[in-house]
């Protein structure tokens, strides 16, 4: 069965230092793969997706993701940390079943980026 | 209005209540998601709908109570909840079940609390 794993609960960084969420993912097949943030008392937004090609992502404000296919990871990251970036960040890949696709999560990985 | 809305954004409740959910799509999309999240837990997926029909109910206790009138409308339907229902729930939409990447668009969500 699809599944995403996200090994940290929580992440600090300082502000303007690189970051880095890491994702570890589980698939039969071609993955598809996500990232999405979540602010405080809000939905999750989508980030980015990796479906084929480069394996260098670039998504919404700033961030992109490496996919690995070797190490089965797809780790979110950033050149320079915001305070703002301070989020819960969800990892996802899209499973198959009952010939329907969702989304499988990771736990999440909470960002806290001090100034 | 653009997007997925979700209302209302807080609901407190008691254990005897009836009250309802609404979320609404404007994206033009054919599938729709209620997903429940809890503090400290994964993100759970509880009901899928496409094109109006039910496709996925995830053991969800029957005092939980999906409706979709049509593709853009999505209702759950709440009575004799349980403290232990208390949690951020999610409306999501994606193009189709079937086809795409499977990327979803989430509601701010509807923070509910029963007492």
């Known amino acids: 069965a699809q599944s995403v794993a996200q090994p940290e609960d929580q992440v600090n960084v300082a502000e303007g230092n690189p970051l880095t969420v890491k994702c570890t993912y589980s698939?039969?097949?071609?993955?598809?793969l996500f990232w999405y943030v979540q602010y405080p008392n809000r939905g999750l937004q989508f980030l980015l997706k990796?479906?084929?090609?480069?394996?260098l992502v670039k998504g919404s404000y700033g961030f992109e993701a490496e996919f690995n296919k070797s190490q089965t990871s797809f780790h979110l990251k950033k050149p320079s940390a915001l305070v703002s970036d301070s989020a819960l960040y969800f990892c996802?890949?899209?499973?198959?079943?009952?010939?329907?696709?969702?989304?499988?999560f990771g736990t999440g990985t909470r960002l806290l980026v001090s100034p | 209005e653009t997007g997925v809305t979700q209302t209302p954004r807080h609901l407190v409740m008691g254990m005897t209540n009836k009250k309802s959910l609404k979320c609404e799509q404007h994206?033009?999309?054919?599938?729709m998601y209620w997903y429940k999240q809890s503090a400290k837990k994964p993100l759970e997926l509880m009901f899928v709908?496409?094109?109006?029909?039910?496709?996925e109910n995830n053991s969800v206790p029957s005092r939980f109570s999906p409706e979709c009138p049509n593709s853009s409308h999505l209702f759950l339907h709440l009575h004799t909840l349980q403290p232990e229902d208390s949690a951020l729930y999610l409306c999501?939409?994606?193009?189709?079940?079937?086809?795409?990447?499977?990327?979803?668009?989430f509601g701010p969500g509807t923070r509910l609390t029963v007492l």
């Open positions: 999501a939409s994606s193009q189709d079940l079937g086809q795409g990447y499977g990327e979803q668009f």
């Open positions: 698939v039969s097949g071609n993955p598809y």
């Open positions: 990796y479906i084929t090609g480069d394996n």
């Open positions: 996802a890949v899209r499973a198959l079943r009952k010939g329907f696709q969702k989304l499988v």
């Open positions: 994206l033009g999309h054919n599938a």
């Open positions: 709908y496409s094109l109006e029909e039910r496709v």
